[in-house]
């Protein structure tokens, strides 16, 4: 399977570089820009941020409906302290990420040691944290601090931040996923369950350590998405959950658990955002790319069982 899961990676990046190539040729005047290509890059940073967590779950067997609710709430929590309370911008970002932090918390106890299912509990509390978000911040919490947007809108090398802060935390989980004996463990969790807990892995609190960091990747993301945009929006991340979740199934995640890479959810990414930034350049309807990127998902999934039937 690892050797399946190599070439379906390899795959990947290799109909990344046909679809730049033949956008290239068709939009000459458009896509090979440095504007353009930064510009998608941009777009995917905060989809690839929770990529990276949701990857670490669906490698340890289970999955988060929450994440882009998670979004807009610690943006939204953030947002609030620092205009309405006067709180300064450090305080303000902690309480953004401990709030989404307790969201990953409650989500992985209640899955974890409770057993309830994965899919009910994040999918109540998408619903649950969306609402909180809506009451929080009504129509949207503008008037930020300069301090706060500089941190999603200064550049370097003439690049938004964002896209400098997708790739340090996928250099960091991709190093601690192949170093660390911590992240190790749930590839095994996933790969058998049972035989972990046997083997004197503690499942249930790793589970819950995963759904806990996932959501934290979530709120860092959040808090980047409202720095960039200037503003705090109740609204932001609807949709990211499910484009998330072919992300990280293009990138070689199964959902059966236990295989996965984190460079994958980076590769899934930017095959979503250069899917969307084609369709863009073409005038595509929205409907239509909102079916097209619908498609893609059942194709993930299914070249997932594909694999899965293969190797048994």
Do not use: C
């Not at 409906?65 to 902690?94: E, I, K, N, T």
């Not at 969201?103 to 999918?123: E, K, R, S």
């Not at 129509?139 to 500089?150: D, E, H, K, T, V």
Request: hydrophobic letters at 55%; aromatic letters at 8%; glycine letters at 12%.
């Amino acid at each position: 399977m690892r050797v399946l899961l190599r070439d379906r990676i390899y795959s990947l990046a290799g109909l990344i570089l046909l679809i730049g190539a033949g956008a290239a040729v068709v939009f000459p005047q458009t896509f090979p820009t440095f504007g353009n290509l930064s510009q998608i890059l941009l777009n995917m940073s905060i989809d690839t941020i929770v990529a990276v967590g949701m990857m670490l779950l669906l490698i340890s067997g289970v999955f988060d409906l929450s994440v882009g609710s998670v979004v807009a709430f610690s943006g939204g929590m953030a947002a609030m302290a620092m205009v309405s309370l006067g709180w300064p911008v450090p305080l303000a970002l902690l309480l953004g990420l401990l709030s989404a932090g307790l969201v990953g918390l409650t989500n992985g106890y209640l899955i974890a040691y409770q057993g309830i299912n994965p899919m009910i509990q994040t999918l109540a509390m998408m619903g649950i944290v969306r609402g909180a978000t809506l009451l929080l911040g009504g129509s949207g919490i503008q008037n930020l601090p300069y301090w706060f947007n500089a941190i999603g809108q200064s550049r370097l090398l003439g690049v938004q931040m964002p896209v400098w802060y997708m790739l340090l935390t996928v250099s960091i989980f991709s190093f601690l996923a192949n170093r660390s004996v911590f992240f190790r463990r749930y590839y095994y969790i996933g790969g058998n369950e049972r035989a972990a807990d046997l083997s004197g892995i503690r499942v249930r609190r790793m589970k819950l350590w995963s759904f806990v960091l996932t959501a934290l990747l979530a709120g860092v993301a959040g808090l980047l998405l409202a720095s960039r945009l200037g503003t705090a929006l109740p609204t932001a991340g609807r949709g990211l959950e499910l484009r998330v979740i072919t992300a990280v199934i293009l990138g070689g995640a199964s959902l059966s658990g236990g295989h996965g890479k984190i460079l994958g959810a980076l590769l899934g990414a930017l095959f979503m955002g250069l899917v969307s930034n084609v369709m863009i350049l073409a005038r595509v309807s929205g409907y239509w790319q909102e079916i097209i990127l619908g498609l893609i998902l059942i194709a993930a999934v299914w070249s997932d069982l594909a694999l899965q039937r293969q190797n048994r």
